[in-house]
Structures are given as C-alpha cells and as structure tokens.
Nanobody
Framework: HVQLVESGGGSVQAGGSLRLSCVAS????????MGWFRQAPGKEREGVAA????????FYADSVKGRFTIFRDNAKNTVYLQMNTLKPEDTAMYYC???????????????????WGQGTQVTVS
C-alpha cells in the first residue's frame, strides 16, 4: 500500500535551519510530482514547494523563496525540504504529497495531490 513518511521536524530558534525528509513507497515514485504543504492551527493547508517527477523544475510559495529548497533522490524514493532562515510564521505541520504525473501551474492546490503523509511538526520560536 502507499505510504509517505515524513521526518526531520522539530523546534528551532528563528534564523535556524531544518531539513525535512519524506520517504515514499507503494507506488511509482519517480513518475510523480512531489510537493510539500503546511498547515498552521486555524489556517488552511498551503503549498510550500513542489518538484517535478524528474527533478528538473521546482516551484515555491513567495513566502519561502530564497529560504527553502526542495530536492529529490529518485533512487531513494525520497523528497527533501531544506529550510533555512526559519521564521516564527513558518511554524506549522508540514506534509509531503504526491501528484500524478505533473506539478502544473496549480501545484499549490492540495486538492490536486493524491497521496499524503501524516505530517511532521515544525516549531520556530
């Protein structure tokens, strides 16, 4: 069965860094666009970043451009989110998700992603 398992969350001070990982199994990972989303308490889930199946293109929310980097290792079925210069407003539950086959211009829409992980908490103080 399909599984997406996130890890790497935690508590960090403002200005610090974290790297999130998401390991996928149970489907043809290398054929899917992968995205990272986040949801803060009382807010809607929002797209943070996405990467095409082959890794050739990436997409970012304006709020994280220049601070976050998404990349993937298709040999390890893993997608990463490197988060630098973290801010308190980055505090949220972070989810990885998979969409087949392309990311598209609406990559930031959660409803377009088929598979989801359970999330990992990031807290910035």
């Amino acid at each position: 069965h399909v599984q997406l398992v996130e890890s790497g969350g935690g508590s960090v001070q403002a200005g610090g860094s974290l790297r999130l990982s998401c390991v996928a199994s149970g489907y043809t990972y290398s054929s899917y666009c992968m995205g990272w989303f986040r949801q803060a308490p009382g807010k809607e889930r929002e797209g943070v970043a996405a990467i095409t199946a082959g890794g050739g293109a990436t997409f970012y929310a304006d709020s994280v451009k220049g601070r976050f980097t998404i990349f993937r290792d298709n040999a390890k079925n893993t997608v990463y989110l490197q988060m630098n210069t973290l801010k308190p407003e980055d505090t949220a539950m972070y989810y990885c998700a998979a969409r087949y086959p392309i990311c598209g211009g609406d990559w930031y829409e959660p409803k377009n992603f088929r598979y989801w992980g359970q999330g990992t908490q990031v807290t910035v103080s």
